[in-house]
């Protein structure tokens, strides 16, 4: 059924796009797309405040004072007010653990209270109480911020910036690398996102960038000439391919050379300790680059890197290619080429202002039409959210949420390409994903997972509206 769904709103092709909504849908549809699904209440609060005004509300998140409930959940957890260093200090790898960790012990997680759970992460795997914080966190964010917005775009940008939590030092950086990077960036400006991102000890870490030297600047230096790597061109190709400019942006194998010698000298200090981004000037390629038709001149340092970072940010396909994937995620898998223009225009007349793009976004046609209404599947954690923002349902613990959303194919901060997660529906339509969320909708409304409790009047009947085929949909 939801196949033919989709295969029937691409029939009705640009068509769909002229045809606009009614006031009713309006508000659905904006709830459907700019949070994590709508509360029993939701739409009357938006009745209440007018649907402009709402939305302006969240497009500044800074405005809105956040709800307690969900201040005094996150209050617990607090590797996520810790830096790296602190982290691995507290929070170390034991030799043997994972052994332990595999024991009946670690089988009575899920019914166990949050506190009891962190002592037994503590106590058997330290690093996975950093991970716990940060998916339960994500989880209580999604259900009970008041900042809707800013959540849903905090989720699409680290998965535009993505970094794989599990790979050695980075269990120890991706806490900071959200919180500091990407979080307070989310509606701000493109570049400084960019630049956070790009500097942040958890990219550098993930994409191998500080391990990148200049050959020559190693050749005949014994022990630490066997020991390094040479040019390394991870970061400069996913620069150029996933963060800024898109596969059809324009460049070429070269430029990816050349970006990468600009960023040579990007690296940390004690990576596995926590570390911290520093240049290293000796290490660093000083010899003269050519980026995208730009000269940068020889002999400089730490600037090179900083300015590909202004070229890219600068450049046309950037405008193009960030709207268009914000367009996807929020209008549609094929978003209309004019909305996309429409967009790239006001991300080169602002400078990248994310704030203004989501806004021309948000003022088009496009985005209050038939075609965007209810045209795309909601990812695992969308429907997992929804469900219980559905249900006003009481979490206690979010662990047995995150379960689910890792089963049904989007275990959180655990993508290992830096693709990170589609933002297509075509990613999330198969036929085990569809019964994997029936399932939990069954037990969710039923009551059955420990630590969430739904409100028996709403949860009565819920189990089969919630599995449907059109729940799954936003």
Same mark, same amino acid.
């Given at each position: ?61 800074? $405005?809105?004072?956040?709800? =307690? ?22 929070? =170390? ?13 670690? #089988? ?8 009891? $759970? ?64 990407? #979080? ?16 942040? =000890? ?132 094929? =978003? ?70 890792? #089963? ?67």
């Amino acid at each position: 059924m939801v196949v033919g769904l989709v295969a029937a709103a691409v029939a009705l092709g640009g068509n769909a796009f002229r045809v606009k909504l009614d006031g009713e849908k309006k508000i659905e549809h904006a709830l459907n797309r700019l949070t994590f699904g709508p509360r029993p209440t939701g739409a009357e609060a938006v009745r209440k405040t007018g649907l402009k005004k709402w939305i302006d509300a969240q497009l500044h998140p800074e $405005r809105l004072t956040e709800n =307690p409930a969900l201040q005094a959940k996150l209050a617990p957890l607090e590797t996520l007010r810790m830096n790296g260093a602190e982290l691995a200090r507290k929070y =170390p790898r034991r030799p043997g653990a994972a052994k332990k960790a595999s024991g009946p012990a670690m #089988r009575k997680l899920a019914a166990a209270s949050t506190e009891d $759970r962190r002592k037994m992460l503590e106590q058997y795997a330290p690093p996975q109480v950093v991970a716990y914080d940060l998916v339960e966190s994500k989880l209580l964010r999604a259900v009970y911020s008041d900042r809707q917005l800013a959540e849903v775009l905090a989720d699409f940008w680290f998965n535009h910036f993505n970094v794989y939590l599990d790979k050695g030092a980075d269990r120890y950086l991706v806490t900071s690398y959200e919180r500091d990077a990407i #979080r307070p960036r989310a509606l701000g400006n493109f570049p400084d996102l960019l630049r956070a991102t790009a500097q942040h =000890p958890a990219m550098l870490f993930y994409l191998d960038n500080w391990q990148s030297v200049d050959p020559k600047a190693v050749a005949g230096r014994g022990r630490l000439a066997k020991r390094a790597r040479g040019l390394n061109e991870n970061y400069a190709r996913e620069l150029l391919e996933l963060h800024t400019l898109g596969v059809d942006g324009g460049y070429t194998q070269q430029d990816v050379i050349e970006v990468a010698r600009c960023f040579t000298g990007w690296t940390l200090r004690v990576p596995r300790g926590g570390g911290e981004f520093y240049f290293n000037e000796r290490m660093h390629d000083r010899g003269e680059k050519t980026v995208l038709g730009v000269k940068i001149r020889a002999g400089g340092g730490l600037g090179d890197g900083l300015q590909v970072l202004e070229i890219v940010s600068q450049h046309p396909s950037t405008a193009r290619f960030v709207s268009g994937k914000l367009a996807q995620r929020f209008v549609a898998d094929e =978003p209309p080429p004019a909305l996309v223009e429409k967009m790239a225009q006001t991300f080169t007349k602002t400078g990248g202002d994310l704030r203004a793009v989501m806004k021309t976004m948000l003022d088009s046609g496009e985005f209050w039409s038939q075609g965007a209404y209810r045209s795309k599947m909601k990812s695992p954690l969308e429907m997992v959210a929804s469900a219980v923002r559905s249900l006003d349902a009481q979490v206690d613990s979010a662990f047995v949420l995150a379960q689910a959303v890792g #089963r049904l194919g989007q275990p959180l901060y655990r993508k290992r390409e830096p693709t990170g997660y589609s933002n297509s529906s075509e990613e999330w339509v198969n036929t085990s994903g569809l019964l994997g969320r029936m399932n939990f909708a069954t037990a969710l409304a039923s009551n059955q997972l420990p630590g969430v409790k739904a409100a028996p009047e709403r949860a009565e009947g819920a189990g089969l509206r919630l599995g449907s085929p059109e729940f799954q949909r936003r």
